[in-house]
């Protein structure tokens, strides 16, 4: 559900940003109706996620996914349509050589989609994000998402990913469930991975995600 939820807000924002001067007030003020109906859509179904696969350990069906693969296909600036004057820039940086991890496909494509939403939405006028791949070498994959952003203050870098937690910074301004992190902890846990954030105010922030590989078996 999330996926096309995300869509949709995407091609809201699209809609508003494309049109410009030609919405009328009133028909600019059903677009962001529109966005605020699916936002709040999105929370609960972020929530829903958390919950039932995670705190409830749903069994999912693990298969190999390539994660260069997903994340290429998130790390493009036209799928993130940004308000007028915002840019954004992609890195990618993937030295993992053997990228085939254990997972569900479609939960670890709304944990990398969060990341990357949020590297856009906290980071500034020209935001830069990194996307990185490493082997461990004890058979699991590192995987870094990592923006040019305002950074996280030191005191709330372990509590952004408690449910509810926004801080009071953003509360204002910038909208969110304040669930997405939480989910983003939970769906690498169920995996038998892990997730970590890096983070210095004012310099950006880097997430961390740590994955099981999926062995490669070659047939001579």
């Given at each position: 559900?999330r996926?096309?939820?995300?869509?949709?807000l995407?091609?809201?924002?699209?809609?508003?940003?494309?049109?410009?001067?030609?919405?009328?007030e009133?028909?600019?003020?059903?677009?962001?109706?529109?966005?605020?109906?699916?936002?709040?859509?999105?929370?609960?179904v972020?929530?829903?996620?958390?919950?039932?696969?995670?705190?409830?350990?749903?069994?999912?069906?693990?298969?190999?996914?390539?994660?260069h693969?997903?994340?290429?296909?998130?790390?493009?600036?036209?799928?993130?349509?940004?308000?007028?004057?915002?840019?954004?820039?992609f890195e990618?940086?993937?030295g993992?050589?053997?990228?085939?991890?254990?997972?569900?496909?479609?939960?670890?494509?709304?944990?990398?989609?969060?990341?990357?939403g949020?590297?856009?939405?906290?980071?500034?006028?020209?935001?830069?994000?990194?996307?990185?791949?490493?082997?461990?070498?004890?058979?699991?994959?590192e995987v870094?998402?990592?923006?040019?952003?305002?950074?996280i203050?030191?005191?709330?870098?372990?509590?952004?990913?408690?449910?509810?937690?926004?801080?009071?910074?953003d509360?204002?301004n910038?909208?969110?469930?304040g669930?997405?992190?939480?989910?983003v902890?939970?769906?690498?846990e169920a995996?038998?991975?892990?997730v970590?954030l890096?983070?210095?105010?004012g310099?950006?922030?880097?997430?961390?995600?740590?994955?099981?590989?999926?062995k490669?078996?070659?047939m001579?």
């Amino acid at each position: 559900l999330r996926l096309p939820i995300g869509r949709a807000l995407t091609w809201c924002g699209a809609l508003e940003i494309k049109a410009g001067e030609r919405l009328t007030e009133e028909e600019r003020e059903c677009v962001r109706e529109a966005e605020r109906a699916v936002e709040e859509t999105s929370g609960e179904v972020e929530k829903m996620i958390a919950v039932q696969v995670c705190e409830h350990t749903l069994k999912v069906h693990f298969r190999e996914v390539d994660i260069h693969q997903l994340l290429r296909g998130w790390a493009s600036a036209e799928r993130w349509p940004l308000a007028e004057g915002r840019k954004a820039r992609f890195e990618m940086d993937f030295g993992a050589e053997n990228p085939m991890v254990r997972g569900e496909r479609d939960l670890l494509a709304s944990l990398f989609q969060n990341l990357i939403g949020n590297a856009l939405k906290y980071g500034g006028e020209e935001v830069t994000v990194r996307l990185a791949t490493q082997e461990r070498g004890n058979g699991k994959v590192e995987v870094a998402v990592e923006d040019n952003g305002q950074g996280i203050p030191a005191e709330a870098v372990e509590r952004v990913f408690d449910k509810d937690f926004r801080l009071a910074r953003d509360r204002k301004n910038i909208k969110g469930s304040g669930w997405g992190l939480y989910m983003v902890r939970r769906i690498a846990e169920a995996h038998g991975g892990s997730v970590r954030l890096e983070s210095e105010e004012g310099r950006g922030s880097r997430f961390v995600v740590v994955l099981c590989h999926k062995k490669k078996w070659i047939m001579l």
